[in-house]
């Protein structure tokens, strides 16, 4: 352990110095004080207020992105589940209308025919969901690159 110590702090060492040499080198001619002394530079500072509603409406985008593809995702997984029990139902109502009783066939391929039903609308409000989702995004872009 102590080796291990030993090792990180010469390497801490070695890295405040490499970035202090960084920093004192000469820029463009003239000297540039180190770090702690060095006057601010740069982007003037933005108003707080400003910044606070630029990051509270990207949290919003996100939220409203995150809630969108989650409502996608679970239109998807039940339209998976659906056709599932379509085939499912599908297999065991033609099982049973040629070897057992044929009032339990019919009424399990009925049952596999709502379930494509079911998935048939599913599917058709994943598509629109997608499409939504799409166009939106894209507005998005355009407004962004607009402003």
């Known amino acids: 352990m102590p080796v291990l110590a030993r090792f990180l702090t010469r390497l801490l060492t070695l890295w405040l110095l490499g970035a202090v040499r960084r920093r004192t080198a000469t820029a463009g001619g003239r000297a540039t004080p180190p ?8 982007a003037p500072p933005r ?3 400003d910044a606070a509603a630029g990051v509270r409406a990207r949290a919003l985008q996100l939220r409203r992105t995150l809630v969108e593809t989650a409502r996608i995702a679970a239109h998807a997984l039940t339209l998976a589940i659906l056709l599932s029990a379509a085939a499912v139902l599908t297999t065991a109502g033609t099982t049973a209308t040629s070897l057992g009783p044929r009032w339990l066939g019919v009424s399990l391929l009925v049952l596999a025919g709502i379930a494509l039903l079911v998935a048939l609308r599913e599917l058709r409000t994943v598509w629109h969901l997608r499409v939504a989702q799409r166009r939106r995004r894209h507005a998005e872009d355009l407004r962004r690159i607009g402003a």
């Open 47 to 49: 108003d707080p207020v």
């Open 35 to 42: 770090p702690w002394r060095t006057p601010g530079t740069g």
